[in-house]
């Protein structure tokens, strides 16, 4: 007997020995040969009687309340179809191009890299934006304070350092000319301490760009602080495969806190003018309003990459075919019976069943079904619908998995089966489940190579160590994570501040000492309405829209990006404007009135000019 219905059962004979012994002492002529009391029975018939009944009613009550949950799950799943996924994997990998390549190779998204070692499957990850693969190495990357020898510019005198970076071509030979970058894309590596602070100089201090052949070229390509730009805002560079029908500000939330090295991008626009005095090297100059002296000591080129993409750790794979059977209500779908422990269902993209005759049937998903015909030829009137449950065996030992079920059904919700004898057939998205947490990770580990190989590409790197897989709670935790869904839309007024922990908390799936610290660290919102001037085909009108401000402790952001989790942060409330409309972002910290920074104002993700 399990706890749980143990303490149903205590519960339910307590209350039945009470209530019987009131209903005896008021009707004492019917009930007194019961002989019960609060504390003892005296009849053992009607003691073993009683605790039967007890025993049955505690089963059907403990049923009902398990059942709830169940509603919930749908209900989250329904309104919030990516929350109860589990988290996969992720990291970061370089690609290097072959040194003779005459252009850039492109490594598509969902690219699939597999994992190569001895002693354990291979673990396999897709990655999740285009990138162009260069023939080219970063030679030196250097911060230098004032004075400083750079190429002329507009900025120069205004600025308080500038980082210099120097890109040469793989081959000697090659001129950068011939390959026509029109833009590069940098990540940021290294350790925490450095990165972050990199990342916000870099992103919140640049006044402009210099492109030249060395410091003292005489016609240097100058361009804007416009053309250096963040990257991995936007839906198309997603590395959580969230649904359109999700709010992608909980993406942002979610991919922060579990995995915030995958915001450490930039590009680097408008290269592509740049070359008339430039052979097979380059230097990038980025000037800055302000320094940090501690970088100056310690930048150097390991701290940029080219040629670096997000990877996570989800590949397609097709279940184990179906059996359909009239007496089973849900089938609980297997990936790879032969290695259980190395597959996890993360999503299902489609489910068809195959007649006894041959004929192939499409079913669609329960709550995706739209407008349904009431006259519906054999097999269209079906619909799937998927539960997840956490697995507590998987391939003969403990596992903190989760295992999804499927069930058949009509447009009534109700159970059915197509017919006898047919074949289900279930195409999946899979986790190789927890073997990514025990990946090697240093001295070249773990070893890469993409799944269909190219010439083109020479070597793959890990540049950052693979998070471990993470999963949302499930069962009673639904309750209080529907009602906080439901309620967290409004961040004016007295409980804005709760409201935005709260919607922090929800996402927080990383659950670590340092990401409650950066929760913590949010100490203050404050909203109101303004005014700005919009430029809508050569008319100028104002829009009415809503300033947020967002007040930081720095002391809980030690070693962690306060810059970018506030970055984060506008990115999340522009998304929650109204039509005809806009937000503007600011931070400061603790203390301070005047904002560290404040963002554009933005009608949803498009900035405003």
Not at 387 to 397: C, H, I, L, N, T
Not at 537 to 560: H, N, P, Y
């Amino acid at each position: 007997m399990s706890e749980d219905l143990l303490q149903y059962y205590n519960k339910e004979l307590g209350y039945i020995r009470k209530l019987g012994a009131e209903f005896a002492k008021k009707h004492p002529k019917i009930a007194g040969r019961l002989k019960m009391g609060e504390d003892s029975i005296e009849d053992p018939h009607v003691s073993r009687l009683i605790e039967s009944f007890a025993f049955l009613t505690a089963r059907i009550r403990h049923k009902i309340d398990d059942s709830f949950p169940e509603l919930t799950d749908a209900l989250l799943g329904v309104l919030y179809p990516d929350y109860q996924a589990p988290m996969p994997s992720m990291t970061i990998v370089q690609a290097t191009a072959k040194k003779d390549a005459s252009e850039p190779y492109l490594l598509e998204s969902g690219s699939e890299i597999e994992t190569l070692h001895d002693y354990s499957d291979a673990c396999y990850f897709k990655t999740t934006y285009d990138t162009k693969v260069w023939p080219f190495e970063i030679g030196e990357v250097k911060l230098m304070g004032m004075p400083f020898t750079s190429p002329s510019s507009p900025v120069k005198n205004s600025a308080n350092s500038v980082l210099k970076i120097t890109i040469k071509c793989s081959d000697p030979e090659q001129e950068i000319k011939a390959l026509n970058p029109g833009s590069l894309r940098f990540f940021i590596k290294g350790q925490e301490q450095y990165t972050f602070k990199l990342y916000e100089l870099l992103l919140n201090s640049c006044l402009g760009i210099s492109i030249a052949a060395n410091q003292t070229d005489p016609q240097p390509v100058n361009l804007k602080k416009d053309f250096l730009v963040p990257v991995g805002f936007y839906d198309d560079e997603a590395i959580l495969p969230y649904s359109h029908r999700s709010f992608s500000g909980y993406r942002l939330l979610a991919e922060y806190f579990l995995f915030p090295e995958k915001f450490l991008f930039f590009d680097i626009n408008g290269i592509a003018d740049s070359f008339d005095n430039i052979g097979s090297e380059m230097e990038i100059y980025i000037y800055l309003s302000k320094t940090i002296a501690e970088l100056e000591q310690n930048i150097s080129a390991d701290n940029l990459a080219l040629n670096a993409v997000p990877v996570v750790n989800l590949f397609e794979q097709r279940a184990e075919p179906i059996l359909l059977n009239d007496m089973v209500q849900e089938y609980r779908i297997i990936p790879n019976i032969r290695r259980p422990d190395a597959h996890e269902v993360h999503a299902v993209r489609k489910v068809t069943a195959i007649s006894p005759d041959d004929k192939e049937y499409e079913f669609k998903p329960f709550y995706a079904a739209g407008q349904i015909d009431s006259d519906v030829e054999e097999g269209e009137g079906l619909f799937w619908h998927c539960r997840r449950e956490s697995a507590e065996w998987s391939g003969g030992r403990i596992d903190n998995g989760t295992e999804m079920y499927l069930s058949l059904l009509d447009v009534n919700f109700n159970m059915v089966t197509p017919g006898k004898r047919w074949t289900l057939n279930i195409e999946t998205t899979c986790t190789n489940r927890n073997r990514p947490n025990h990946l090697p990770y240093g001295a070249g580990q773990p070893a890469l190579q993409l799944l269909e190989g190219t010439p083109e590409i020479t070597k793959l790197q890990c540049l950052v160590a693979p998070t471990k897989a993470r999963r949302p709670e499930l069962k009673e935790n639904t309750r209080w994570q529907l009602i906080a869904h439901l309620t967290l839309n409004h961040f004016s007024g007295e409980d804005g501040l709760q409201v935005l922990k709260d919607t922090l908390r929800l996402y927080d799936f990383a659950d670590s000492a340092e990401t409650k610290s950066l929760i913590k660290g949010v100490t203050a919102i404050e909203t109101k309405s303004i005014s700005t001037r919009v430029n809508a085909g050569g008319r100028i009108g104002i829009a009415q829209g809503t300033s947020v401000c967002v007040e930081l402790d720095e002391s809980q952001f030690v070693g962690s990006g306060l810059f970018l989790f506030a970055s984060i942060l506008d990115r999340f409330f522009c998304q929650f404007c109204a039509i005809n409309s806009f937000t503007q972002f600011s931070a400061r910290l603790k203390g301070k009135e005047k904002p560290f920074c404040k963002w554009p104002p933005r009608s949803g993700t498009q900035e405003l000019v």
